[in-house]
């Protein structure tokens, strides 16, 4: 008798047929529902390079960015993992449908949540609406209120940036004044600090191993001006 073959998971569609299944048009006023293993959560408790105590929201990659990048450092996660995507899809449906209802459910996590101390918004996606803005901004309003404690922070490449700051969300912007984006290799980064010392880059991707992201580097939360070693 032959050996048995071992039952292997069905791997992912390809990344190109989830973004073109999912994009904004494509999204708005369709039925999406969480079907995961886990409760929906808005909000995800760090990961390989954010500490526990970062919670994050993420949306869609490249459909949800004006200016999509050509090397976008999110599509592996996507690409990976089948959660990943389900709760990514679902997230930006909710923010192109239901905005009150995932105002509701972030708000509700942070008041919960005993360890969260700061939120990024997206490790993937970005503003691509007004109203999607807004919602932000109210979230910001309430965390200051009811969790004084917790600092927001983010990076965008919008023209919406003086809105977030304006609502008290650290914004680092990822478009430099020159036009470039604010990743380089470490070459390029030191020379353009050397010129532009107000600037400083981010020790975490300089791959200094003693240095983490919100305890030793507050950088992102505090600053504006913030470089990155592409990776």
Known sequence: MGKSIKAT???????????????????????????????????DKGNAKLEKHIFSFSLIPVVTCPAPCKKCYDIKAIRQYR?????????????????????E?????VKRSKTIKFIRIHVGGEFFSKEYVDMWVRVAAWVREN????AIYTYTKT????TLRSAGINCVASILPCGKVN???LENLKAYVAENPEYVICPVTK???????GTSCNYCMTRTKVLFVTH
């Open 9 to 43: 998971k069905n791997p992912l569609p390809p990344v190109a047929q989830y973004l073109r299944e999912n994009t904004l048009d494509k999204l708005k006023n369709t039925v999406v529902e969480y079907k995961a293993k886990r409760k929906y959560r808005p909000l």
């Open 147 to 150: 969790r004084p404690d917790v």
């Open 183 to 185: 990743h380089d290799t």
């Open 159 to 162: 023209a919406y940036g003086d």
């Open 207 to 213: 791959k200094n191993k003693s240095v983490t992201c």
């Open 105 to 109: 459910q972030i708000k509700d996590q």
């Open 83 to 103: 959660e990943c995507r389900i709760k990514r899809r679902y997230n930006t449906w909710l923010a192109i449908n239901r905005l009150d209802y995932l105002e």
